[in-house]
């Protein structure tokens, strides 16, 4: 009887398990996306360039810092430096 009560305790917990599981996987996105963007979708798992790619707005951001963004996942280096 002890073991019927320990296997149905444990199909509980999967359940609550799966269920905790399922829910936080929908509404995990990466940090670095912006609202609106569906990370699912994209394959390479890589944001937008610029600003209002963003999760959050850096301080300050320039020609050059927009440049870089706009290279990545390049290796080379932008033309305006």
Partial sequence: MALLKLAAAGAAAY???RAAKSQQSQT???????K????DENFAKVR???TEGMHSDP???DKVDQAAD???P???PPATY
Wanted: without cysteine; glycine residues 8%; proline residues 4%.
């Fill in 15 to 17: 359940v609550i398990y």
């Fill in 28 to 34: 995990a996105t990466p940090a670095a996306f912006a």
């Fill in 36 to 39: 609106g963007e569906d990370a």
């Fill in 48 to 50: 937008s360039a610029g």
């Fill in 59 to 61: 301080k300050e951001w």
């Fill in 70 to 72: 706009e290279s990545f």
């Fill in 74 to 76: 390049a290796s080379d």
